[in-house]
């Protein structure tokens, strides 16, 4: 892990990798997409409306993923002081808002014809959106931090607590009466029928690698805005 501490080699290793993932992320995502919404045959009672899914269920895995992201790399920060962490955990911040953002909106659009209407305050629902206040409120607390590129211990700690979502998130659905349908996908194996599990693999794969392609590209932009206030210092002084 200490190999990557080094911001230069960090960047050697990320600059061929972001567009390697960016454009393989897009080709499956696009590809997934289209698969799922030409050639997989209607559901018999939700008809065309599931397949939302190969948007909805890979932007719900990588909100909460995401979450889960910020929290390691905040027990990292705190316990290791590794130099890179507190950059990673706040770049991971606003991809992981936005697909949660996608997750809420797109699980709208498939309740309204699903379930007649819009919303509703369920376990699953709630505290997805409990998820997303908790993004807004990482990114308020690393932006007030007065560490450029880094995140305060303050950011850290919350990254971690708020992780105690993430299962409740995952559970709800069992622990509470709810509208939202149980795990399709577990452990244990799949519920989905092949023809619609194969493009949301293929879609959950894009997706994720998007993810981490916009991951990079947010902590290279860090670490080229810290390199600029450093030199900038150095130049003040002198």
Known sequence: MHRFANPARFLRLAKPLTPALFWTGLLLAIGACLWGLFAVPTERLMGDTVKIMFVHVPAAWLGMGGWMGIAIASLVQLIWRHPLAGVAARAIAVPGATFAAICLLTGSIWGRPTWGTWWVWDGRLTSMLVLFFLYLGYIALANASSEKGDTSRV??????IGAVNIPIINRSVIWWESQHQKASITLGGSSIDGAYLAPLFVAVAGFSLLFGALVLMRMRAALAE?????RMRRMADD
């Open 155 to 160: 950011a850290a700690v919350f990254g971690i």
């Open 226 to 230: 810290m390199r600029i206030d450093a």
